[in-house]
């Protein structure tokens, strides 16, 4: 059989928040725990009743600065280690159950490392109990009196509450317990004796009680429990069939969203209580199924986040104020969430395996995904956004989610353990707490008042007191006694009978006067019941008169004291709005002070600011200044520069005519000399030929036709001057001669001589620029560097060095010689010209051989830098 196709639901419109809904921070407490030993370091400094400083203990990274630094955290208000258990539960709890008594919604949880207290902080001890057992008490003590009969209020399966009739909750109390005699032992109730494990928890002296009830309503009490286990939901409070042979693990429970869009666990058991001793009966029995574990750092530690649920339920009496009004829009549900969260934990500490280690995976995971909520809604209520908060990540957050959307108050409690060990763990938390205070949930409303007049329960009390007192005063005779009393006074009024005897039924004297006489006695008779019947009914017009004018002076009195008690809720209302305002107000005027001192810390920084300003501006204005006096004095250098420039050049130009000069006049010299020569070559020919000698121009022209093939071989045949001892230079091997690798540096500012010896390197890495790329190839490095020589011809310098490597993993060289590589142009004195136009023909073709400057082989000269091999270096990194 096909199912047929289920609809889907339709998307609900988003809930429209006014803008003028008002709202308070998250109330974040911080309980301190004790050391376990006295000799243990502790990290937790208590400044005052609202902060704490942390010291990083020894062992602890220091910041860049090499300084631990010391950081403070506030919170609403700190519990130092010598704080109990009633004082935290007068601060923290109480204000949350007088609200879910004022039909307002609340959650408390517990938040902290694993070790910190936690547990004990919402369970206790016996003799020590907790913020539950506490919240429990308080709410039994409050509505004690005014509870309804069990089953009177009853759970739907969609998280709404029904109400039965007086007849139908008797039957269903009569097959509950006729149920549970046959299968179960019946839950014990407040009369029975409590259990030791828990009787103990709250002293009658410490006991307390909620103001301002209202009287005019019955309540009823639901206790359900839940863990939250590797994200699934179970039911603590579960009857299961125990099967020793198959046994079956729990079902876990799914969430669901009722018609108000409030989150609730689906199929959970809801347990009516009606007594401080059962409520938490139910709790141990749950307690007993919760999931602990034994860990490096704690003995019984909690694998999962339990959630303990209180759902009050109440609704207004009728007009009479004796039974309960049976309308459903009446009723109003209200709950308090008790969480202990499971602790944030560290596999490496506490060397957790297998399951455990799954545990404290999804434990850690769970509460970073409630971080991330609460750092989601901090930035959309701080910066205005519109973030999806990740509610659906984990199963704690989803089942609060309407908490942080604004369904009652949120109060967290921060559990820390001042031992060293936990200083980076507990960093985090108040991380954590701090990020959380600045979290702001709307003010939950209060609820309508109901439109019957106030009081009813207790007029209906004191007529049934009333009533039952003038019925214990009355004597049980006194009716007859009135009744006879009335009867003699009537048959004294009336006429009384003749005195006679009747023997004869015919007797005509003595029936006529007891006829007539009977007559008159009728007669009276009639007349006095008429007179009755009018009297009765004149009392019965004033008495409805005056019950008409009761029931108007009781409606009046009626209106008076709602319009009264609508006044003291005005009242009320407008004292606890001048109470914000005025808390507004200090808060406001501490802001102001703090903008004040802000102000006035910035302004001192604006002063500051100005100063060096104006001091930037003065010491910009000087080297404005001074620029441009520097720039007057570049200026007049570079005038000066250019100067010198150009009396150089003038100089170097007149010099290089002269030079040009002088190589001319030597040439004209050579000629006249060749002239002679052939001059007198052609005398002695003609002298033996007897010719005439030949023009005297043509022997200039054949002179220099012929010289210049022979210029050659005079220049190859001519011997060596003979002005001195021939020079033998020093030939040694040169260092770039080897089989190592050199790096050729030649910068592309050298000018190419065109010179016969030119520096030619084999196996050589020619660059125009030295880089690391290529010394870290070779050994050696040579440097080509051309300089202008005194003479004013250009020298060659040949700097070598060796290459070597550096710490750092860079290059370097070290100058061990310098080679020189020079062109000389030496010109003959005037003295030597002249002696040599007068000397013989191949002593002065020799001269003229050796002071040929264009045909002059250029001079290597070589020296030894040896001052540089432990000074300078040229580095390349």
């Known amino acids: 059989m096909q199912r047929p196709a289920k609809g889907k639901t339709p998307r609900r419109p988003p809930l429209k928040k006014t803008s003028h809904t008002q709202k308070d921070p998250v109330g974040v407490y911080c309980r301190i725990r004790p050391l376990g030993a006295t000799d243990e370091e502790c990290c937790i400094e208590m400044i005052s009743s609202t902060t704490i400083q942390l010291h990083a203990p020894d062992g602890i990274k220091a910041n860049r600065n ?13 519990f130092g280690i010598q704080t109990s258990q009633i004082e935290l539960f007068e601060d923290v709890a109480k204000p949350l159950v007088d609200d879910l008594i004022h039909c307002k919604n609340g959650l408390l949880f517990t938040y902290g490392v694993t070790g910190s207290g936690k547990t004990f902080t919402m369970t206790g001890s016996p003799g020590e109990g907790g913020l539950l057992p506490r919240s429990l008490d308080m709410l039994f003590n409050s509505i004690g009196p005014l509870q309804a009969k069990r089953f009177v209020f009853r759970t739907d399966d969609k998280n709404g509450m029904e109400i039965q009739g007086q007849v139908d909750a008797l039957l269903e109390r009569q097959k509950r317990e006729s149920n549970q005699q046959s299968t179960v032992p019946k839950t014990p109730s407040s009369k029975q004796k409590p259990d030791p494990e828990f009787a103990d928890m709250i002293s009658p002296e410490e006991a307390c009680k909620c103001e301002g009830v209202d009287e005019d309503s019955c309540y009823s009490v639901f206790v359900s429990y839940i863990e939250i286990y590797n994200n699934y939901i179970y039911d603590l409070l579960e009857d299961t069939p125990i099967d020793p042979i198959r046994p079956k693990p729990p079902q ?39 999931r602990i574990a034994d860990t490096q750092l704690n003995r019984e530690s909690s694998r999962s986040h339990s959630v303990f649920i209180v759902k009050l339920a109440q609704a207004p009496l009728d007009a009479d104020g004796d039974h309960i009004l049976q309308d459903k829009n009446q009723v109003t549900v209200s709950q308090l969430c008790l969480v202990d969260l499971a602790g944030s934990e560290r596999t490496s500490r506490t060397k957790a395996e297998g399951s455990r280690l799954r545990e404290a995976g999804n434990i850690n995971q769970s509460l970073m995904t409630l971080r991330t909520c609460i750092e989601v809604l901090r930035e959309n209520q701080m910066c205005g956004t519109n973030r999806m908060v990740p509610y659906r990540d984990s199963k704690v957050t989803h089942l609060f989610k309407n908490y942080f959307d604004g369904e009652g108050k949120v109060r967290m409690v921060v559990c820390v353990n001042p031992k060293a060990d936990d200083y980076e763990e507990t960093m985090l938390v108040m991380r954590f707490a701090e990020l959380t205070q600045e979290v702001e949930v709307a003010r939950p409303v209060d609820r309508p008042i109901c439109s019957l007049a106030a009081g009813r329960r207790h007029r209906n009390q004191a007529f049934r007191d009333e009533l039952s007192r003038r019925q214990e005063e009355r004597p049980g005779g006194s009716n007859n006694t009135e009744d006879g009393s009335v009867l003699n006074q009537l048959l004294d009024s009336l006429p009384a009978l003749p005195a006679c005897e009747l023997v004869d039924p015919t007797d005509e004297q003595i029936l006529p006067r007891l006829i007539e006489v009977l007559e008159r006695r009728h007669r009276i008779r009639q007349m006095i019941t008429e007179q009755y019947t009018r009297t009765a009914n004149t009392l019965k017009s004033m008495l409805q008169e005056f019950d008409g004018h009761l029931m108007a002076k009781e409606n009046f009195i009626h209106e008076q004291r709602g319009k009264l008690g609508e006044k003291d809720k005005i009242m009320f209302n407008q004292k606890n709005e001048m109470d914000r305002l005025e808390k507004k107000s200090k808060m406001l005027e501490y802001k102001i002070d703090i903008l004040q001192k802000t102000t006035n810390i910035y302004e001192g920084d604006k002063r500051s600011l100005q100063q060096e300003l104006e001091s930037r501006e003065q010491r910009l204005q000087r080297e404005l200044s001074e620029r441009k006096r520097m720039e007057a004095r570049m200026q007049g250098m570079v005038s000066d520069t250019k ?22 006049w030597v040439k004209d010299e050579k000629l006249k000399q060749l002239k002679a020569i052939v001059s007198e070559s052609n005398n002695s020919a003609t002298s033996e030929q007897q010719r005439p000698p030949p023009p005297p121009d043509k022997p200039q022209r054949n002179s220099r036709e012929k010289d210049q093939p022979r210029a050659p071989e005079k220049r190859s045949r001519s011997p060596l001057p003979t002005t001195g001892t021939p020079i033998r230079p020093h030939h040694r091997r040169s260092h770039s001669a080897g089989g190592q690798r050199w790096v050729d540096h ?9 010179t016969v010896m030119q520096p030619i390197i084999p196996n050589a890495i020619k660059v125009s620029a030295a880089s690391e790329k290529a010394l870290s190839k070779c050994h050696k490095y040579v440097l080509t560097h051309q300089e202008l020589a005194s003479d004013g011809e250009i020298q060659t310098k040949l700097i070598k060095g060796d290459v070597f490597r550096t710490r750092g993993g860079g290059q370097a060289v070290q100058f061990t010689d310098i080679e020189t590589l020079r062109q000389e142009c030496p010109t003959v004195s005037s003295r030597k010209r002249r002696s040599s136009g007068d000397g013989s023909g191949q002593h002065n073709g020799n001269k003229m051989d050796w002071n040929d400057r264009e045909n002059r082989a250029p001079v290597a000269s070589t020296s030894s830098a040896l001052g540089l091999q432990n000074g300078y270096q040229k580095r390349r990194k």
């Not at 869009?261 to 059962?278: A, I, L, P, Q």
């Not at 030649?746 to 065109?754: E, G, I, R």
Request: proline residues 1%.
């Open 643 to 664: 100067h010198q420039w150009e009396k150089e050049c003038e100089r170097r130009v007149n010099a290089k005519q002269l030079e040009m000069q002088n190589k001319l």
């Open 746 to 754: 030649k910068p592309l500012s050298n000018l190419d001589l065109d």
């Open 66 to 78: 090499g300084e631990y630094k010391e950081t403070q955290y506030s919170f609403k208000k700190v």
């Open 252 to 290: 876990s429970k799914i969430l669901r969203e009722d018609q108000n869009h409030n989150m609730y666990v689906s199929g959970c058991t809801e347990v009516e209580v009606k007594s401080t001793e059962e409520a938490f009966e139910v709790f141990w029995r749950g307690q007993k199924k919760r």
